[in-house]
């Protein structure tokens, strides 16, 4: 009897113990630090982008957001990196349109159904530079110089926009232009001061600082309208220029992961947009005002414009110089 009622004790604990422990929540998301994947290398846009986002999303978490650099092979190796880790929220990576136009090739290592957007952070004008002592004085100095004569253009890497936007220019309007590939912007950047390339693939906000010392300026703008500072630079689109890729900046996570991490994401995403250090960031960058998409949104945005550009490298495809 004594064994019988110590055997009863023994059980009812257990199910008291199996209570507590069914009643426990699980950890709350985020618990612990999340990685920011940025595939590409330190001191370019694409960094210091990931790393305003960074810590603003941080701060709105509650959790550390580190910045990962994973450059090389123009982005493909941190959206490898990206893709090899879970799809459990702990992961964000950047992805600019550098990045996205790869899907949009024949044949893709990568696709747009990959990745979800979390964000599109940042809109902005790209542009043809030249050093300030170029003898290229306006864009039609070039492009008479391009049509007698290999000119070099210091950009992001094959299959990327500055790699598209040179095809077209070489396929659709007969100029000899090649491509000079440069994962490490600072390296492209100086790869024009230094003499060693004849013209500059970039972003208007990334050359801030050159283009106020007055060591690099534009010859043409890849914009809707002209930007505003250089009023006297022409546009593809007054040009009739079938080539006004907009560049933009997105952050992403893997399709599988669980939509209510995505919402918080996406949440922490939305208010940081609304801070004062996102609207610096957004006067820095030279980007558009109203740059700012968000969840679903981002992914349709993001889908649309690789879907666009499908035809047009189709059409300016093959090697540099053909």
């Not at 999340?34 to 709105?60: C, F, H, K, T, Y």
């Not at 007698?148 to 095809?167: H, I, W």
């Not at 933009?248 to 250090?277: C, H, I, W």
């Amino acid at each position: 009897m004594g064994g019988d009622i110590r055997m009863l004790r023994s059980f009812a604990g257990l199910l008291v113990v199996g209570t507590i422990v069914a009643a426990a929540p699980a950890h709350a998301y985020p618990d612990r630090p999340i990685n920011m994947i940025v595939p590409w290398g330190v001191g370019g846009g694409g960094d210091r982008v990931g790393r305003i986002m960074a810590g603003l999303i941080s701060a709105e978490l509650g959790v550390s957001v580190p910045v990962i650099n994973v450059a090389g092979a123009a982005s493909q190796v941190g959206l490898n990196k990206a893709l090899s880790e879970p799809a459990d929220g702990y992961n964000i990576i950047e992805i600019t349109s550098d990045s996205y136009i790869l899907f949009a090739a024949a044949n893709p290592k990568f696709k747009v159904a990959d990745f979800i957007a979390l964000a599109v952070v940042d809109r902005q004008p790209s542009g043809f530079f030249v050093r300030e002592d170029s003898p290229f004085k306006t864009w039609d100095d070039a492009l008479q110089a391009a049509r007698s004569r290999t000119l070099t253009v210091a950009g992001s890497g094959f299959g990327t926009q500055s790699d598209v936007t040179v095809n077209y220019f070489n396929k659709i309007q007969g100029l000899k232009l090649v491509t000079v590939p440069f994962d490490d912007p600072g390296l492209r950047w100086n790869s024009l001061l230094g003499g060693h390339t004849d013209l500059l693939y970039a972003q208007f906000g990334d050359l801030e600082s050159y283009l106020a010392s007055r060591q690099l300026r534009p010859v043409l703008a890849f914009a809707d309208s002209r930007v505003p500072g250089f009023p006297a630079i022409p546009t593809v689109n007054e040009l009739n220029y079938r080539i006004n890729i907009t560049h933009f900046r997105a952050f992403a996570v893997k399709s599988e992961t669980g939509a209510s991490r995505y919402d918080t994401l996406v949440s922490a995403m939305n208010a940081a947009s609304q801070s004062p250090d996102y609207q610096k960031m957004l006067a820095d960058e030279a980007a558009v005002p109203d740059s700012y998409i968000g969840g679903q949104a981002a992914q349709a945005y993001v889908r649309n414009w690789v879907a666009g550009l499908r035809d047009l490298i189709a059409k300016s495809s093959g090697k540099n110089g053909d």
